[in-house]
């Protein structure tokens, strides 16, 4: 079962100290929280990491929150994209939903949703919406969306559209990683 290494927003040299020890601990997959901190010195950290560590043997995914502006947040993502990031969730605000189908059609960068899909229920109207989207993942935490059983509803619509799909936890705690993992 593979788990990443959540680096929380924090500073740029903490969540950088951070994730070198994760990386030394073993994590072959990173998730660093962005958007909160100056652009630049954010992409400077990730393109750090990346430096010291490539693609093949680190796997690094951004979750932004919602952070992103929709005005720059194509140009954000493609130099996300440059650094051979694998992906970014919910780049932007759930009420900015209806931009997605554009982002994720001129990004080459992967977008996960995760907040998107707290208010929806694993239907036929979301799998057509998302279908629209164009987004490749989604980001499933059992705790908010109503158990397991629903979440095993997600799963089998982001199949049945080819999409990929990871589970989390709200609270990202050993606890709720165990049950998870269970």
């Known amino acids: 079962l593979r788990i990443n290494g ?3 927003m924090n500073d740029v040299e903490t969540m950088r100290r ?5 990386i030394a601990q073993g994590f072959d997959c990173l998730k660093f929280k962005i958007g909160a901190l100056d652009w ?3 992409l400077d950290m990730i393109a750090g990491i990346r430096s010291h560590v490539p693609a093949s043997v680190l796997e690094i995914r951004v979750d932004a929150n919602g952070a992103l502006d929709p005005e720059r947040a194509l140009q ?3 130099e996300l994209h440059d650094l051979q990031v694998h992906s970014i969730e919910q780049p932007l605000a759930p009420g900015l939903d209806a931009r997605l189908p554009d982002l994720a059609q001129a990004s080459s960068l992967p977008i996960a949703l995760d907040e998107s899909i707290l208010l929806r229920q694993p239907d036929e109207a979301s799998s057509l919406w998302l279908a629209k989207t164009g987004v490749k993942y989604l980001v499933l935490k059992p705790g908010l969306l109503g158990g397991f059983k629903v979440t095993e ?10 999409m990929g ?9 050993n606890i709720g990683l165990g049950a998870i993992a269970s």
């Open 18 to 22: 951070e994730a070198l020890d994760k």
């Open 6 to 8: 959540l680096v929380w």
């Open 40 to 42: 630049s010195a954010e």
């Open 76 to 78: 954000q993502m493609c």
């Open 153 to 162: 509803a997600w799963i089998q619509l982001a199949e049945d559209l080819g």
């Open 165 to 173: 799909w990871w589970i989390t936890s709200a609270l990202e705690s």
